[in-house]
């Protein structure tokens, strides 16, 4: 009875020592797969348990509930983690509360419910998010202009636009890819639909669309835009009820003088931009610096992200959780933002000051949130028609994805108000 006693002491003083909580590490040492590392965290949330985002703590890490499972997930998925005590747990949180340390725990409450806006027939290696959302096992759902006309979108949390174009100039590609049989058939197809939604003309079709995503940000949506979608999206905003499509686009003339017509005030991000004319042109707007960019070389191309205070602006600081502050730059048809174009209400979070480039940009509208992120595939420089997809599973530890996933978890979090 006796050593029974004293066995039972030990195993009662021992208890705090008892694991209690899981730390997925985020910087550059301590994770070997930063970007499945976010797919656990999701799968965490869709299981109705909270998680911890700790921003700037060892390049944003997450802390998890313990459990079996969710080891046993991590190294299924080769997940890098560690086991915390809960002396260890509640160290590493005092010294990120401490007011000296510009860090900060944001509670994760619930996993999004996230659409990707493409078309049915778009292959998954189209469109980065859809990579990277796959690669990381995050589910999602696809959704195209029937569904947004059809008031789908209240059903998600955050929606995702890439490589698309809202001003029915069938992304600018008649220049180049005019007679190429792909063209002829997106342009039918195109069509097909404007006619079946009602809509005489594809730009009529495609600014209606933009106007219902406009509607859903406004009512509490997260929005986050790649490539094309971004300056495409507001020019449509810009330009409703002008037409500035030329007759091979839509059978008509433009409107003279659209460029003055364009009310910037309708727009999200950019404003006093000059739309491009000519439809010989790869190019839609003066926002864009994809030919304003002078000799930029790949290998001395890269943007730098913004610090912010964790403890005051937590938006911002979550969407530029990395483990590295120095992210390689990338092309597309829309590879950044002319810093001089950007509205001063919206954040710049990415930026390559030398040549006035704004790369990564954030922004309130209404009760909801955008975020538009230049470039085509983080991984791909100068991703190109035919190009052969990105093989992830070469790029785990990608800062330039990790982005795109920051902005997949930000609607899970607990919100603090903004002071920027």
């Known amino acids: ?40 965290t999701y799968w965490v949330l869709s299981k109705q348990q909270k998680v911890q985002w700790l921003l700037n703590y060892r390049g944003g890490s997450f802390l998890l509930p313990d459990g079996e499972a969710i080891r046993k997930e991590c190294q299924i998925r080769g997940v890098s983690f560690e086991i915390l ?20 725990a944001v509670i994760l ?47 998600y949390d955050w929606l995702h636009l890439h490589h698309e174009d809202f001003t029915g100039q069938y992304g600018k590609f008649y220049g180049a890819y005019r007679a190429a049989p792909w063209y002829i058939e997106q342009k039918e197809e195109a069509e097909a639909l404007a006619s079946k ?72 991000a950019f404003t006093d931009f000059t739309l491009e004319r000519s439809p010989l042109k790869y190019e839609f707007s003066s926002i864009d610096m994809t030919t304003k960019r002078g000799n930029v070389q790949k290998e001395q191309d890269y943007f730098s992200l913004m610090d912010f205070s964790a403890k005051w602006d937590a938006v911002p600081t979550m969407l530029c959780q990395n483990h590295t502050a120095l992210v390689k730059g990338f092309m597309g048809q829309t590879t950044a933002f002319s810093r001089d174009e950007v509205k001063p209400t919206v954040l710049v979070l990415g930026e ?56 997949v978890l930000f609607p899970a979090a607990r919100k603090k108000k903004q002071k920027t």
């Open 109 to 155: 409450e619930k996993a999004p419910k996230i659409a990707v806006y493409s078309p049915k027939g778009n292959a998954p290696w189209d469109d980065a998010v859809t990579m990277v959302l796959t690669y990381a096992e995050i589910p999602y759902n696809t959704v195209y202009d029937e569904e947004v006309l059809g008031d789908k979108l209240a059903l």
């Open 352 to 407: 390559n000051k030398i040549n006035g480039e704004a790369r990564y940009i954030h922004g309130i509208k209404g009760k909801g949130f955008f975020t538009f992120y230049g470039g085509h595939d983080p991984e791909d420089y100068q991703h190109r028609v035919g190009d052969p997809k990105t093989e992830l599973e070469l790029h785990p530890n990608s800062p330039g994805y990790r982005l795109i996933l920051n902005n």
């Open 197 to 268: 939604l009602g809509f005489n003309k594809v730009s009529d079709e495609k600014s209606a669309v933009a106007q219902k995503i406009r509607k859903y940000v406004i009512g509490g949506g997260f929005m986050f835009a790649m490539c094309s979608a971004t300056d495409s999206f507001d020019i449509a905003l810009a330009s409703e009820g002008v037409d500035i499509c030329e007759p091979m686009f839509d059978g008509d003339p433009s409107d003279a003088n659209y460029q003055a017509k364009l009310d910037f005030t309708n727009t999200f």
């Open 85 to 104: 005590s809960d002396g260890q747990t509640q160290s590493i949180l005092d010294k990120i509360s401490s007011p000296s340390q510009n860090q900060d």
């Open 1 to 40: 009875m006796r050593n029974l006693f004293f066995s039972f002491l030990f195993l009662l003083f021992s208890f705090p020592a008892i694991a209690s909580s899981i730390l997925i590490p985020m910087d550059a040492e301590g994770q070997k797969n930063h970007l499945k590392a976010y797919g656990i």
